[in-house]
């Protein structure tokens, strides 16, 4: 018999935990054919989580939870349930049930049917700020333009992966992943899959902008060296610029045009103009070399504080 196995991450989700185990294990109980098990990830929440779903998994054995000793932030906790599901295909699914589990054996069909891939791409997106919508359609828009790989847009990590291209996503090294990215890097054979995304069943978005902000920076980092050579850009765009500057001063020193020694204000300009070019190129640089750090320290993505049913 096959089996289905969900990874469902959770950061502070009493309100919705129990009403996710009930709408998920009710899909799962009435599939034909599949066996199943579902890996709860506890993101180091402190409220009531982990207690709600180690009562869940003390009666219920496709239950399986994994417990962080400290919040890891998202990806790692999606990254930590892939190394522990035993199933054939693997389902990545949001805890506040805005990714409709009543979707599950229709991605299952497409799985059957051969494809290794299938991702979840929003049509629509109930309850959710006209910032938040605004800022991911550019986000995606600038990481497309950036990266070399073709990430489809309006994608999250609501998806069905086939167990042979996580055992490939398991394989990768790298500390900081970008997991929608990477699992169209891969290749394999994707599909895309439509659905409406719900609003939150309760609760509160758990994706306060600061973190918005680094899932989006490690997304562009991780797939694009064109900053880099933005940044090149840049410099020589300064030194021509400042080349034109020396010679109109030379001249206008020869052909006397005006008194420089009164341009307080060309001086000022230059001076914060390019200041702030450097910087940002600085600041640009600095991302990378703060992430090859990361990786050289070789530090685990999450530490592992407490194991059930695993
Ligand atoms: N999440 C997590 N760790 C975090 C932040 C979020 O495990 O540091 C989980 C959260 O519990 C939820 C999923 O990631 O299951 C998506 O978060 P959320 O629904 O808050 O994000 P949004 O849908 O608002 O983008
Ligand atoms: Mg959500």
Not at 35 to 64: C, P, R, W
Request: hydrophobic content about 40%.
């Amino acid at each position: 018999m096959k089996k289905v196995s969900l990874v469902i991450p959770m950061y502070y989700e009493e309100d919705v935990a129990k009403e996710c185990y009930e709408r998920v294990s009710k899909v799962l109980n009435n599939l034909e054919n599949y066996e199943y098990e579902v890996i709860f990830v506890n993101d180091g929440s402190k409220d009531k989580t982990l207690e709600i779903l180690e009562e869940i998994a003390n009666k219920d054995k496709n239950i399986k939870i994994i417990s962080f000793s400290r919040n890891f932030g998202h990806q790692c906790a999606v990254s930590a349930g892939l190394q522990y599901v035993t199933g054939d295909a693997i389902i990545i699914l949001d805890a506040d049930l805005q990714d409709p589990p009543e979707l599950i054996p229709d991605m299952l069909k497409l799985w059957e049917k051969g494809n290794e891939v299938i991702y979840g791409k929003r049509k629509t997106r109930d309850g959710e700020s006209r910032f938040k919508l605004l800022t991911a359609k550019m986000f995606y828009h600038i990481l497309n333009a950036l990266s070399d790989v073709e990430i489809p847009k309006d994608t999250g990590d609501f998806r069905l992966v086939d167990r042979k291209v996580v055992e490939v996503i398991n394989s990768l090294p790298e500390h900081n992943k970008f997991l929608r990215g990477l699992f169209s890097w891969v290749g394999f054979e994707q599909k895309a899959f439509e659905y409406e995304r719900k609003e939150r069943f309760a609760g509160k978005t758990k994706y306060p902008l600061k973190k918005m902000m680094k899932l989006a920076t490690d997304g562009i980092i991780s797939f694009s060296n064109k900053p880099l050579k933005i940044v090149g850009g840049l410099g020589i765009l300064s030194i021509i610029l400042s080349t034109v500057i020396l010679i109109y001063s030379i001249l206008s020193f020869i052909f006397k045009w005006n008194n420089l020694t009164a341009g307080w204000t060309s001086i000022m300009v230059t001076i914060t103009l390019f200041s702030g070019i450097i910087l940002v190129s600085l600041w640009m640089i600095g991302e990378y070399v703060a992430r090859i750090y990361d990786e050289c320290k070789d530090r685990p993505q999450y530490i592992i504080n407490k194991k059930i049913n695993i």
